[in-house]
C-alpha cells in the first residue's frame, strides 16, 4: 500500500510540474483541463487494472499491458517536459539568491522565455509521447525480414546455401489481432528456410495462452523440419500456482503442445541436419540466463551425442549463456541462435548508421550478429512483445541466415 501511495504522489507532483508548461505555452482552458482529464484517466486506468481488475495468475493480461503502455507513455512526456522547466526554475533560484545575498535590482523573472522553453518542452516530449502510442498501434506488427550470409571454411560442402528461418520470442498471450498474427507467420513460411528454428518464448506464462494459435503456428513448414527450445517465460515461473505440481503439468503440456504443432523440441537434445554424406549439427539447450534468470541449461548433456569436430549450430534463448558458457567450452559452436532481450522493443535502428536501445547496458549481445574467437551468434528482437504491448524503433523480426562455404563463394 505504501508502494502505491508513494507513487501515486510523485506521479501527481510531476503532473502538476507538466501542467505549469501547458499553461504557460497555452492561453485556452480548454487544453490544460484535457491534460489534467488525461493524466487522471491514465493514473486511475493503470491502478484499476493492478488492483481490482487483476485476473487472478495473469501477470502480463492484455489490458494490464495497455495499462501499463499508456502509463509509460505519460510519464514519458511528463519527465521530459519538467527536465526542461527544472533547468529553468534552478536558473531563476540562484538569480533570487544572488540578489538576496548582493542586493541586484536585477529581474531574474523572464515570461517570454519561460513561455518559449515550456514550447520545446512540450514539443520534445510529444515526440517519444506518440512514438510510443504508435508503437502500441502500428509498431508491435511492423514486422521486417533480416537476411545474412555467413561463411565458414569448415561449412559441409553440402550445406553450401543452407537457409535457416530463426524466430523467436513469440509471447502469444500479447497477441491481439489474428489477421497481423497471420500474415507474420506467412512471411516466415514464404522464406522458403530449409530449417525453421525457434529459440524460446512460445508463451507469456502458461500453456493456455498458446492453445488459439496452435493451429497457425502448426502450419509453420520447412524441408529439414521446425526445431524449438525453451525460454525463461515458458516455465510458468512469474506467475503463482496453486501447487507445484500444478506448475510441472503446465509445463508437460507446453511441451506436448509443441510437439503437437509439429516443432521438434530440444531438451539439452541434439539432432544431425544431413545432405548425402553430409552432415552439421543441431544442439538446443534449455534456457540459461545470468543473474536470476533460470538456468536449466546444460551444454554438457545437450553436446554428448556429438563429434568435436562437427559443424554446429547451437539454440540457446538467452544470449548470456554465449559469453558465460559457450565461448569457453572446449567445441567449438560455430552459430548460436538466441533471443530473450526483444532489443527492449525501443530504442533507435538506422542500418549501417545507428544501432542503440537500453538493453545494450544489461546485454552485451542484443540484437543482430557478434563474433568472438571465430564463434558466431545472432540474437533475434523477437516475433512478440510483452511488458509494454508495442514496438519503437526495434521491430518485430524474422530472420534468415544463409550458410556459405567459403572455399565456394
Known amino acids: 500500500m ?14 502538476f510540474y507538466a501542467l505549469q508548461a501547458v499553461k504557460t505555452s497555452s492561453r485556452f482552458p480548454w487544453v490544460y ?10 493514473l486511475g486506468n493503470f491502478i484499476y487494472q493492478f488492483t481490482i481488475g487483476e485476473e487472478p495468475g495473469r501477470v502480463l493480461s492484455r489490458p494490464k499491458s ?21 533547468s529553468e526554475d534552478i536558473f531563476r533560484l540562484l538569480g533570487g539568491v544572488w540578489a538576496k545575498l548582493f542586493g541586484s535590482s536585477r529581474e531574474f523573472s523572464f515570461p517570454e522565455r519561460r513561455r ?36 565458414f571454411d569448415d561449412l559441409p560442402e553440402a550445406f553450401h546455401g543452407y537457409r535457416i528461418t530463426q524466430i523467436s520470442d513469440v509471447h502469444s498471450g500479447s497477441f491481439d489481432s489474428r489477421k497481423e498474427i497471420e500474415y507474420a507467420v506467412n512471411l516466415v513460411n514464404q522464406q522458403g528456410g530449409d530449417a525453421i528454428m525457434f529459440t524460446g518464448d512460445l508463451v507469456n506464462n502458461k500453456t493456455e495462452e498458446m492453445y488459439p494459435w496452435k493451429d497457425l503456428f502448426g502450419t509453420l513448414k520447412a524441408r529439414d523440419g521446425v526445431f524449438s527450445v525453451l525460454g525463461n517465460h515458458d516455465y510458468g515461473d512469474y506467475v503463482p500456482w496453486e501447487t507445484e505440481e500444478a506448475k510441472a503439468e503446465n509445463l508437460r503440456n507446453l511441451k ?20 548425402g554424406d553430409d552432415r552439421i549439427a543441431l544442439i538446443g539447450v534449455e534456457n540459461w540466463g545470468k543473474g536470476g534468470f533460470k538456468k536449466a541449461g546444460d ?12 559443424f554446429k549450430i547451437l539454440m540457446s534463448h ?4 554465449w559469453e558465460e558458457r559457450v565461448i569457453p567450452d572446449d567445441y567449438h559452436y560455430h552459430l548460436t541462435l538466441s533471443g530473450h532481450t526483444h532489443g527492449m522493443q525501443f530504442g533507435i535502428e538506422i542500418p549501417g548508421w545507428v544501432k542503440w536501445s537500453p538493453v545494450k547496458w544489461r546485454y552485451r549481445q542484443w540484437a543482430g550478429i557478434y563474433e568472438q574467437m571465430g564463434q558466431y551468434i545472432n540474437v533475434n528482437r ?12 526495434i521491430w518485430p523480426e524474422i530472420t534468415v541466415i544463409t550458410l556459405k562455404k567459403k572455399s565456394l563463394t
Open 299 to 310: 551444454l554438457k548433456k545437450a553436446s554428448s551425442g556429438i563429434s568435436k569436430d562437427d
Open 256 to 275: 506436448n503442445l509443441q510437439r503437437e504443432m509439429g516443432f521438434d523440441l530440444l531438451l539439452n537434445e541434439s539432432r544431425y541436419l544431413q545432405r
Open 318 to 321: 538467452d544470449p548470456s549463456h
Open 2 to 15: 505504501l508502494r502505491w501511495i508513494f507513487f501515486i504522489v510523485i506521479y501527481l507532483i510531476l503532473g
Open 382 to 393: 523477437g516475433f512478440g512483445f510483452i511488458g509494454y504491448p508495442g514496438r519503437v524503433g
Open 66 to 86: 495497455y495499462a501499463f503502455g499508456f502509463l509509460l507513455a505519460m510519464l514519458t512526456f511528463k519527465l521530459i517536459t519538467v527536465i526542461f522547466l527544472f
Open 116 to 151: 518559449f522553453l515550456s514550447l520545446v518542452a512540450l514539443g520534445i516530449a510529444s515526440i517519444p509521447f506518440g512514438a510510443l502510442l504508435l508503437g502500441m498501434y502500428k509498431g508491435k506488427y511492423n514486422f521486417k525480414v533480416l537476411t545474412y550470409e555467413m561463411e
Open 33 to 42: 483541463y484535457t491534460f489534467i482529464a488525461l493524466s487522471l484517466l491514465v
